[in-house]
């Protein structure tokens, strides 16, 4: 099994641009969750997924959309990136929300020019 | 909504010494609790976990943290450290938010650094 995995592991972007990033897992987890780790505020939860096909916000959602088409797949959109959006970001997954012990991907490390 | 708080952003530590990573949380309700290592340059790993029964609980390399209810507190303790230890751990609280699921709150971290 390889977990969860996350691609791309670096991106840099201009102000503005566009970009998809794509956590996938293997483990036929319901839940998903995608956080942004920032220097001294910990993990901040984005968006997450409970099932394929639906998705919730997080404490920090603006500026991102996701999608969940499919079970393994939950992709976090940028439609407009701003320096602010600077991060590393981190994808997770859970079987169910009763224990939620959370299996993490390696992280996208992200910089906005 | 549930707040997470570790008390200490940094703790450096003489390796074999002892210590304590202090977390408490506002919402006592019905909680989970977790505790996350991050080694550089990588995603959170589980160390340990509380979801009910014996109110202290262990990992496999040599931590603990106990639950306790009326403090709402699940600090985390280890007698000995070792230099492999060092890392940042991050508390977690899971509650029933308000989409039926329950959703983790992480705390902002606290970076252990073990000198020799």
């Known amino acids: 099994n390889a977990g969860v995995t996350q691609t791309p592991k670096f991106r840099v972007l201009k102000t503005g641009q566009s970009m998809t990033l794509l956590c996938a897992q293997d483990m036929n987890h319901e839940y998903m969750y995608w956080y942004r780790q920032d220097p001294g505020m910990g993990l901040r939860l984005i968006h997450y997924s409970v099932g394929e096909g639906t998705t919730a916000k997080g404490e920090v959602p603006d500026g991102y959309n996701v999608s969940r088409l499919k079970k393994q797949n939950f992709l976090l959109g940028l439609e407009s990136a701003a320096p602010s959006q600077t991060s590393v970001y981190f994808c997770?997954?859970?079987?169910?929300?009763?224990?939620?012990?959370?299996?993490f991907g390696p992280g996208t490390r992200l910089t906005v020019l | 909504a549930q707040s997470v708080t570790q008390l200490d952003s940094q703790v450096p530590v003489f390796e074999e010494a002892p210590v304590e990573l202090r977390c408490n949380y506002s919402?006592?309700?019905?909680?989970?609790l977790f505790w996350y290592v991050q080694y550089p340059n990588q995603g959170l790993q589980l160390l340990l976990k509380?979801?009910?029964?014996?109110?202290l609980v262990e990992s496999i390399n040599g931590f603990e943290a106990e639950f306790n209810k009326s403090q709402t507190s699940f600090h985390l303790r280890k007698p000995s450290v070792h230099i492999s230890d060092t890392a940042e751990y991050f508390c977690?609280?899971?509650?029933?938010?308000?989409?039926?699921?329950?959703?983790?709150?992480f705390g902002r971290g606290t970076s252990l650094i073990v000198h020799p």
């Open positions: 509380y979801l009910s029964g014996s109110t």
């Open positions: 919402s006592s309700v019905s909680v989970y």
């Open positions: 997770a997954s859970t079987k169910t929300d009763t224990n939620n012990e959370q299996f």
């Open positions: 977690a609280v899971s509650d029933l938010g308000w989409g039926g699921s329950y959703i983790p709150t």
